[in-house]
């Protein structure tokens, strides 16, 4: 991770915002460690250039960050999710008709504000996006290089919902969470401890996240899913706003540029706060709020079941272990430690609430807590919040 923003500084370890089809996650590595040695024939080289044409839209302005990264500004209504079928007549509603009892809009926060949101990304230091557009990371060709083929760019490897895929091998896929399955949901909070957890492969990922979801997996399964991943998440799920259909409000914060600060073990601890919410009084649209920001919304004609409500939330930690040489890999979840350690020193997920079909929002009145290998990772209760996280390979983790 890199420190925080200043002239001088590298960033080629760093918080990251990264947008996917129906998920949003904040890489904490910069993609720039990731192997780039994949060779391209001549042909596969036309199709790069021609996925890289589709892929960035026209700007208005293009900014150079100090991380490498290059923000271009684009026309709030050229954004990639207008390249969705589903939206092609849609428009724009660039705040929430409504918001569940307890939520309020701040003024200051308005889209159309210069407001700054609670941290730093590095491409402010060299400008911000005029009215009218929103900032978008622009692909490069190592992007494309770094997915080892053009098919696989951007594409989901693994599906993220714990204990609902018999086919993932449970001793590659892991996951600590805290889980509330019930009739109707319409949205929940989270307050997420930002860490930046080492990963041992450059084909394992650690990270922590919610789901909203309804439905199961190889049925009808809609999910929603927004957190923080520990690599650049380019082999398990569609970076940026590379899969059209979210409608991106916010100007100020770009999805798949380094943000800071972060935590660190024994001081200082720092947070970002979600809020999705199902939009009843509107069009049904399900928003997402960052740090009480109004960034955007998912479509509801995007979804089939997930249109009416949830029947389920999710938060917690995953990871990917191949067990490299036979043994567990050292990839951490959360802090890399166990949630025994408590304060400062283990990741936690606060001010957990689920909003009901009153649209009140409530704490998880009878959680379920599920491990899948409670000596490499686990997760502790503590009424309303928990720790959890875990270092990987430990002696009671071979």
């Given at each position: 991770?890199?420190?925080p923003c200043?002239?001088?500084r590298?960033?080629?370890?760093?918080?990251?915002?990264?947008?996917?089809c129906?998920?949003?996650?904040?890489?904490?590595?910069?993609?720039?460690?990731?192997?780039?040695?994949t060779?391209?024939?001549?042909?596969q080289?036309?199709?790069?250039?021609?996925?890289?044409?589709?892929?960035?839209k026209?700007?208005?302005?293009?900014?150079?960050?100090?991380?490498?990264?290059?923000?271009d500004?684009?026309?709030?209504?050229k954004?990639?999710?207008f390249?969705h079928?589903?939206?092609k007549?849609h428009?724009?509603?660039?705040?929430?008709?409504?918001?569940?009892?307890?939520?309020?809009?701040?003024?200051?926060n308005?889209?159309?504000?210069?407001?700054?949101p609670?941290?730093?990304?590095?491409?402010?230091?060299?400008?911000?996006?005029p009215?009218?557009?929103?900032?978008?990371?622009?692909?490069?060709?190592?992007?494309l290089?770094?997915?080892?083929?053009?098919?696989?760019?951007?594409r989901k490897?693994y599906?993220t919902?714990?204990?609902?895929?018999s086919n993932?091998d449970?001793?590659?896929h892991?996951?600590?969470?805290?889980?509330?399955?019930?009739?109707?949901?319409?949205?929940m909070?989270?307050?997420?401890?930002?860490?930046?957890p080492?990963t041992?492969?450059?084909?394992e990922?650690?990270?922590?996240?919610?789901w909203?979801?309804?439905?199961?997996?190889?049925?009808?399964?809609?999910?929603?899913?927004?957190?923080?991943?520990?690599?650049?998440?380019?082999?398990?799920?569609?970076?940026?706003l590379?899969?059209?259909?979210?409608?991106q409000v916010d100007?100020q914060?770009?999805t798949?540029?380094?943000i800071t600060?972060y935590?660190?073990?024994?001081?200082n601890?720092?947070?970002?706060?979600?809020?999705?919410?199902?939009?009843?009084?509107?069009?049904?649209?399900?928003w997402?709020?960052i740090?009480?920001r109004?960034?955007?919304?998912w479509?509801?004609?995007?979804?089939?079941?997930?249109?009416?409500?949830?029947?389920?939330?999710?938060?917690?930690?995953?990871?990917?272990?191949?067990?490299?040489?036979g043994?567990?890999t050292?990839?951490?979840?959360g802090?890399?430690h166990?949630?025994?350690?408590?304060p400062?020193?283990?990741?936690f997920f606060?001010?957990l609430?689920?909003?009901d079909g009153k649209?009140?929002q409530?704490?998880p009145?009878?959680?379920?807590?599920f491990?899948?290998?409670?000596?490499?990772?686990?997760?502790?209760?503590y009424?309303?919040f928990?720790?959890?996280?875990?270092?990987?390979?430990?002696?009671n983790?071979?």
């Amino acid at each position: 991770m890199a420190p925080p923003c200043g002239s001088g500084r590298r960033w080629s370890k760093a918080v990251k915002m990264t947008f996917y089809c129906l998920f949003f996650l904040i890489p904490m590595s910069s993609a720039g460690n990731r192997n780039t040695n994949t060779i391209f024939g001549k042909k596969q080289k036309l199709e790069v250039q021609q996925q890289l044409k589709r892929l960035n839209k026209p700007a208005l302005k293009s900014i150079e960050s100090p991380d490498g990264d290059i923000i271009d500004c684009v026309d709030i209504y050229k954004q990639p999710a207008f390249d969705h079928p589903l939206l092609k007549n849609h428009t724009i509603q660039m705040r929430p008709s409504s918001y569940p009892e307890g939520f309020s809009f701040d003024e200051i926060n308005d889209v159309y504000s210069n407001s700054k949101p609670e941290f730093t990304q590095p491409w402010h230091l060299n400008g911000r996006c005029p009215e009218g557009t929103i900032p978008i990371r622009r692909t490069k060709e190592e992007d494309l290089l770094r997915a080892g083929s053009i098919a696989n760019f951007g594409r989901k490897k693994y599906h993220t919902n714990p204990h609902t895929q018999s086919n993932i091998d449970p001793n590659i896929h892991q996951h600590a969470t805290f889980s509330e399955t019930w009739d109707k949901y319409y949205g929940m909070t989270a307050d997420m401890n930002l860490w930046n957890p080492y990963t041992q492969e450059e084909n394992e990922f650690s990270n922590f996240q919610f789901w909203v979801m309804k439905g199961e997996y190889g049925q009808d399964l809609d999910s929603i899913e927004a957190g923080a991943v520990d690599d650049a998440y380019e082999s398990t799920g569609c970076s940026n706003l590379l899969c059209p259909g979210f409608v991106q409000v916010d100007k100020q914060i770009a999805t798949g540029a380094t943000i800071t600060p972060y935590s660190k073990y024994g001081g200082n601890q720092y947070a970002l706060k979600f809020y999705v919410w199902k939009d009843v009084n509107g069009r049904g649209d399900w928003w997402m709020n960052i740090n009480n920001r109004a960034f955007g919304y998912w479509p509801s004609s995007l979804f089939s079941i997930l249109s009416d409500s949830a029947s389920k939330v999710r938060w917690g930690g995953e990871i990917i272990n191949y067990n490299s040489g036979g043994q567990h890999t050292t990839t951490q979840m959360g802090s890399g430690h166990f949630a025994e350690e408590g304060p400062g020193k283990a990741s936690f997920f606060k001010n957990l609430n689920v909003i009901d079909g009153k649209q009140i929002q409530r704490a998880p009145r009878d959680p379920e807590i599920f491990m899948t290998k409670p000596n490499c990772y686990n997760i502790k209760d503590y009424g309303g919040f928990f720790y959890f996280g875990g270092p990987g390979r430990n002696p009671n983790c071979p």
